[in-house]
């Protein structure tokens, strides 16, 4: 039976756990011990480590034939040296001496801020990786450690762009409920969406049809800006939709994080998912996914 070890055992995570039920002995990295019965209930077998703790992480090599990884870097710095700890604990001196096999693939979830802002144009995944922000260059960071890990070991990498995750228990709603403002739609900037059943399907369905060292926009049709999005979520919960105030007054009443997403905008193509790993999605667009009967797909 096929073997997979999930790094990163979150929401994503525990849902493509649940896809693989039956169908492959899926371990999974467990961090904190109190989570143990949530991972067993998915499905996965819990393994005790951290990501932080190099020490912990003897138990991985040779334990996995594909590897999901779906791990976050640190919250500070510019790279990750999370990722650098997987790798090494997966390809060790004393496992490969013990004859620990390393995994044939690896599939890692990044996300589009890596290709920082495009002014609004289509981005395909041959457009360079221009991060601005700390919190994109640390994943690419961790791309960057991967590719080179690939590229010496043989392992197959493919990579996950995602955008906006979302799922109707994961939605800005404590933002849309403060009214706080959206840009006007002159202003307004792109945005891009993924449901998280998508982005588990998808991290799936790059196991068996990825091409080695792969790059995918993993993204759905929405196609919304943002001031269009928080409409949508207004109307799911339903309360008034945002207001619409010019740029610099809505930048002034945000946080430091919204300010850098609205400092960027893209349209990310999925040409590639739809046709590569001929991926059908669950949710093409957000209004599927919250308007139609639960269940769909």
Known sequence: MLRILIIGCGDVG???????????RVYGLLRS??????????????????LDDRRSLGRLAGLADVVLHFAP??????????????????????????????????????TSGVYGDCAGAAVPETRPARPHNAR????????????????????????LRAPGIYARDRLPDARVRKSLPALLPA????????????????????MFRAGRNRLYNAVDDSGLKMGDWFDVVADFIGVSRPPRLPKDEVMAAVTPAMRSFL????????????????????YPNVRVALFEPPGKG
């Open 33 to 50: 011990p109190e989570r143990a019965g949530e991972l067993r209930a998915a499905g996965v077998i819990p393994v005790p480590g951290d």
């Open 73 to 110: 870097p640190p919250p500070e710095g510019e790279g990750d040296p999370r990722t650098r700890r997987l790798v090494a604990a997966l390809s060790s001196g004393e496992s490969t001496r013990r004859g620990a096999s390393l995994p044939r693939t690896l599939i890692y979830v990044s």
């Open 187 to 206: 202003d307004d900037i792109d945005t891009n969406h993924i449901h998280a059943d998508d982005l588990a399907g998808l991290a799936v369905a790059a």
């Open 136 to 159: 994109a260059k640390r994943r690419q960071a961790a791309e960057r450690t991967l590719r080179r890990w690939a590229a010496d070991t043989g392992v197959g990498l493919a990579i």
């Open 263 to 282: 400092s960027e905008s893209r349209r990310l193509s999925n040409d590639r998912i739809k046709g590569e790993l001929r991926y059908r999605l669950l």
């Open 14 to 24: 525990l849902r493509a756990a649940r896809m693989l039920r039956g169908k492959a």
